[in-house]
């Protein structure tokens, strides 16, 4: 399975950006996909994540309310609509994919590579 993320880029705070990920490849033995991000100095965390087959959502805290995640089954493509941003979004945005569903970064295979949402005025 490959993955090609894209849509970051430099926002200022309350505004609203979009990252896309499109998936080719293997695409049979996706169940879920899911979104990380990685500040500097911080770990990669999880962000966002939907099933792939039937549509449900998973979200961290701290971004429940502002980020909706979604898919696109007929064209292979994953978004993650971002509203209300702060400045603690900033980060690395990935995309990847699991053939399970999970939150666990050690549990996804594939990963597109990283796109930059930076939030500041």
């Known amino acids: 399975v490959q993955l090609q993320a894209s849509g970051g880029g430099l926002v200022q705070p309350g505004g609203s950006l979009r990252l896309s990920c499109a998936a080719s490849?293997?695409?049979?033995?996706?169940?879920?996909m899911g979104w990380f991000r990685q500040a500097p100095g911080k770990e990669r965390e999880f962000v966002a994540a939907i099933d792939w087959i039937g549509g449900n959502t998973y979200y961290i805290d701290s971004v429940k309310g502002r980020f909706t995640v979604s898919r696109d089954n007929a064209k292979n493509t994953m978004d993650l609509r971002m509203d209300s941003l702060k400045p603690e979004d900033t980060a690395v945005y990935y995309c990847?994919?699991?053939?399970?569903?999970?939150?666990?970064?050690?549990?996804?295979?594939?990963w597109g590579q990283g796109t930059q949402v930076t939030v500041s005025s």
């Open positions: 990847a994919a699991s053939r399970v569903l999970s939150p666990a970064r050690a549990h996804y295979d594939y």
């Open positions: 490849g293997r695409i049979f033995d996706i169940i879920g």
